[in-house]
């Protein structure tokens, strides 16, 4: 066995820009014969102080990452605090327990994307410690988004991918880089992050009153494009937490099951004004963190399970466009008082949509 095979570095990565370096520049320790004295005081994550190695030479980069929604995970943060009396994770350490043992997993760092898989994922260098510059997409992306979005993107989770997907196109493709580096603003959820992709950024042309489609144009923007293009997306239910043997962490287990389902937009606003969206059930529900502490969600019931959903999963047609029939009565599509748990929260009434004729 060679030393570029025992260490994980191969030929090409030794004269790559970031190889040339050596690998105390990056991990520490001692350039000595002796193993144990060679490792003392070596980083493994080099990448997780952001003012570290990474912010010598990529300082901008690092500095706008600090707010983002990968590294700080404030959209998680947010979501549980809503569901208690507090508005900081500071202010209740069940919360803060949580968030540590189980949210952080998701937590990114510039070497979980551009040179190691996500450890919430398997872990490990991607292809012997060598950089990329464009994160390979199903090894990034798919770490981390592969159960949804990125699963149902690449046709691994549900019944087909995504059009786009089977053109060659990547998550790179439509996200511009700030919706991953950031942009230096701390926003709230993902939804607040600029420039989110449109359908219009490429398809501008089909917006209601401007297509030839006369269906888009009689639809307006009472439905969002997903209402018609969308496939069945990955729906997860009533999630249980539990310690793991030293109660270093807190795993969770849900059940699954793939749906597709219209309803009333749960965050209407001038960027989305549509009255009818896909939705997506996520797993929260009342007792998720009994095992923590009690009554850990006491406005549980104020916010839905039910999510807006961005299914990434877009085909021209689909089941539910073939005809006006397949939509208009069609109440098998639309969330029904019959789809609801007796665990989920009494906020997706407010979601049932009256079923178009």
Request: proline content about 5%.
């Amino acid at each position: 066995m060679t030393a570029t095979d025992m260490f994980l570095v191969s030929t090409d990565f030794t004269t790559s820009t970031h190889g040339e370096l050596g690998c105390i520049t990056c991990h520490g320790g001692d350039n000595v014969m002796d193993k144990d004295a060679a490792h003392a005081g070596m980083q493994p994550y080099p990448s997780r102080d952001l003012q570290g190695i990474c912010y010598q030479c990529h300082a901008g980069v690092t500095d706008t990452f600090a707010d983002s929604i990968h590294y700080n995970l404030h959209g998680m943060q947010n979501g549980l605090m809503a569901f208690s009396h507090d508005s900081l994770l500071s202010d209740s350490p069940h919360h803060d327990e949580i968030f540590d043992k189980n949210c952080i997993a998701c937590h990114a760092t510039c070497g979980d994307c551009h040179v190691s898989r996500p450890k919430v994922f398997t872990g490990g260098l991607i292809d012997q410690h060598n950089f990329f510059g464009t994160p390979p997409m199903d090894q990034t992306c798919f770490g981390c988004h592969g159960a949804r979005n990125a699963g149902e993107f690449m046709g691994t989770v549900g019944f087909r991918g995504d059009v786009h997907f089977e053109m060659g196109m990547t998550c790179m493709d439509c996200h511009p880089v700030n919706n991953f580096h950031g942009t230096g603003e701390v926003n709230d959820s993902m939804w607040t992050k600029a420039e989110l992709p449109s359908c219009y950024d490429c398809h501008d042309d089909q917006r209601p009153g401007q297509s030839e489609l006369q269906v888009h144009n009689i639809h307006g923007d009472s439905l969002s494009c997903q209402v018609c293009h969308a496939q069945a997306n990955n729906n997860c239910f009533e999630c249980h937490v539990e310690y793991n043997e030293d109660q270093t962490g807190l795993g969770s287990t849900s059940t699954v099951r793939l749906m597709f389902r219209i309803g009333k937009n749960p965050i209407q606003s001038e960027m989305r004004p549509y009255e009818y969206v896909t939705l997506r059930h996520i797993p929260t529900y009342v007792d998720s963190f009994e095992v923590v502490g009690p009554d850990l969600l006491p406005n549980y019931d104020d916010i839905s399970n039910w999510k807006y959903s961005p299914t990434h999963n877009i085909q021209r047609i689909t089941f539910q466009n073939e005809s006006c029939d397949a939509c208009h009565g069609n109440e098998k599509i639309f969330l029904q008082e019959e789809d609801l748990l007796e665990s989920d929260s009494k906020a997706n009434w407010n979601l049932i949509p009256v079923v178009p004729q």
